[in-house]
């Protein structure tokens, strides 16, 4: 089995993939063969989900494959991970091969998971000519890729919690809250309008952005929607075509089938 860990701001994904699919020639029906997905928050408890993890494997793993956005992490994880696995575990970094051309003004400063989850899209079995993808996580990012393979950037904003912690430290009077899926539109309370705001308005600045980016690409899009908000955000939002949580881990994987091909 290959082992795929990404970490972000707050949490961190684990993905177990089919070895028998990894070795093979590189499709994209590799990515869609994800076995077992977990997530985590970042704390004390991570290597313990680990360890809980590598109890209930028959067989040592095959390969581990680490995407990070949170500086010095990617070793703690893989010193975690080398006594359980027989195969190679690598830190996977936007230098990689990811059967994309990045057309970014600095590559190096581009986040492993946008390049991860932009990869995954455009191999997907499914996309049509070119690809957006939302990522709701801590922060929001809207990616894109054209149809020739070119990941040409996209935009950057707060994710749902960072934009409410912001309002409530940056202020003296608004509380902080907890996000509610059922919070209704027009808020009678502070804490109503505040939980509208972040709900509601996350979904309108990802649709209004997602629409305006594939005017300008022009053509068939697939847009596509991850990140751990996903599937708060997925019904209020009009025009995804695929909501898929486990992006990242898909395309951490097809960079590490392209790595050990």
């Known amino acids: 089995m290959l082992l795929v860990i990404d970490i972000g701001n707050t949490h961190v994904d684990l ?33 313990n989900n680990l360890q809980q993890l590598f109890a209930s494997l028959t067989s040592p793993l095959d390969g581990v494959a680490i995407g990070s956005v949170v500086t010095g992490l990617a070793d703690n994880y893989a010193n975690l991970c080398r006594p359980y696995c027989r195969g190679p575990v690598v830190e996977v970094t936007g230098r990689w091969d990811w059967g994309l051309h990045i057309d970014y003004d600095d590559p190096d400063r581009v986040g ?35 149809a020739k393979g070119t990941f040409l950037g996209g935009a950057i904003a707060p994710g749902l919690r960072l934009g409410l912690q912001a309002l409530s430290t940056g202020t003296s009077l608004l509380p902080q809250i907890e996000i509610d899926a059922a919070a209704p539109l027009l808020g009678k309370t502070t804490a109503a309008g505040l939980r509208s705001g972040a709900l509601y308005g996350s979904a309108a600045l990802i649709e209004g952005l997602c629409a305006r980016i594939a005017a300008e690409l022009g053509g068939p899009t697939t847009v596509f929607l991850t990140g751990g908000d996903c599937p708060i955000l997925q019904p209020l939002i009009a025009g995804v075509d695929i909501c898929d949580t486990a992006l990242v881990l898909r395309g951490l994987a097809l960079a590490y089938n392209r790595y050990t091909s």
């Open 15 to 47: 993905g177990l993939f089919s070895v028998e699919q990894a070795t093979a020639a590189q499709t994209a029906e590799f990515v869609q063969d994800l076995v077992r997905h977990t997530k985590h928050p970042i704390d004390a408890t991570g290597p």
């Open 112 to 146: 492993v998971d946008r390049l991860a989850a932009a990869a995954a899209a455009y191999h997907h079995p499914a996309k049509r000519q070119a690809a957006i993808i939302a990522d709701a996580g801590t922060a929001l990012t809207i990616d894109a890729v054209d």
